[in-house]
């Protein structure tokens, strides 16, 4: 009796202990057979076209035809090696760091996670899409209406800047007294 009731306990924690969290690290490095390249943006149709030129330079490689070093793409040179124009592995690190959310709540990023057997998996570029926003504009202040039309009110003349008093400026006077100036001739 005491086993059964000792093996059952074991295989529930065992049950809760596989259900984990993984959270993917950055990925800016993308290897390949004989090289493979570096690209740290997210744009899918980059990510496809550089997928492309380095299963060609792998081919090219393995025949020895090309000895050249491995390609760095970028979202600002989109669709070529931005090498040539002077950009190096870390800049493409620099630019997938660039791309993650500085400020997340832990609950978005699980909403983004994918169920596997082994448990949840957080893509690194999870929940860096905002889901709220900050709305400002000026105030406009709400149009006088009567029930009835009236012809003697005017025509309205569009907004109206909106000032805000302190409350202790109210008991001071507008213009305070001022003490007139002793003048004195100094003769030295």
């Given at each position: 009796?005491?086993?059964?009731?000792?093996?059952?306990?074991?295989?529930?924690?065992?049950?809760?202990?596989?259900?984990?969290?993984?959270?993917?690290?950055?990925?800016?490095?993308?290897?390949?057979?004989?090289?493979?390249?570096?690209?740290?943006?997210?744009?899918?149709?980059?990510?496809?076209?550089?997928?492309?030129?380095?299963?060609?330079?792998?081919?090219?490689?393995?025949?020895?035809?090309?000895?050249?070093?491995?390609?760095?793409?970028?979202?600002?040179?989109?669709?070529?090696d931005?090498r040539?124009?002077?950009?190096?592995?870390?800049?493409?690190?620099?630019?997938?760091?660039?791309?993650?959310?500085?400020?997340?709540?832990?609950?978005?990023?699980?909403?983004?996670?994918?169920?596997?057997?082994?448990?949840?998996?957080?893509?690194?570029?999870?929940?860096?899409?905002?889901?709220?926003?900050?709305?400002?504009?000026?105030?406009?202040?709400?149009?006088?209406?009567?029930?009835?039309?009236?012809?003697?009110?005017?025509?309205?003349?569009?907004?109206?800047?909106?000032?805000?008093?302190?409350?202790?400026?109210?008991?001071?006077?507008?213009?305070?007294?001022?003490?007139?100036?002793?003048?004195?001739?100094d003769?030295?």
């Amino acid at each position: 009796m005491n086993r059964g009731i000792f093996i059952a306990s074991l295989l529930c924690l065992a049950a809760t202990a596989s259900a984990q969290t993984i959270f993917e690290p950055v990925r800016f490095q993308y290897p390949g057979p004989r090289g493979g390249f570096y690209y740290g943006g997210d744009d899918p149709r980059q990510l496809a076209a550089a997928e492309r030129n380095a299963a060609l330079l792998d081919a090219e490689r393995r025949f020895g035809v090309v000895t050249q070093p491995v390609p760095v793409y970028s979202d600002l040179r989109p669709f070529e090696d931005a090498r040539r124009y002077g950009f190096t592995p870390t800049d493409a690190y620099n630019d997938a760091q660039q791309s993650l959310p500085r400020y997340f709540r832990k609950s978005e990023l699980l909403r983004d996670a994918m169920e596997t057997p082994a448990g949840h998996i957080v893509p690194a570029r999870a929940g860096g899409e905002r889901r709220w926003s900050i709305d400002i504009h000026p105030a406009t202040p709400a149009p006088f209406r009567t029930t009835t039309p009236s012809r003697t009110t005017a025509p309205s003349r569009g907004q109206a800047p909106v000032i805000v008093f302190p409350r202790e400026w109210m008991d001071r006077p507008a213009f305070p007294e001022s003490k007139p100036r002793e003048l004195r001739a100094d003769a030295r």
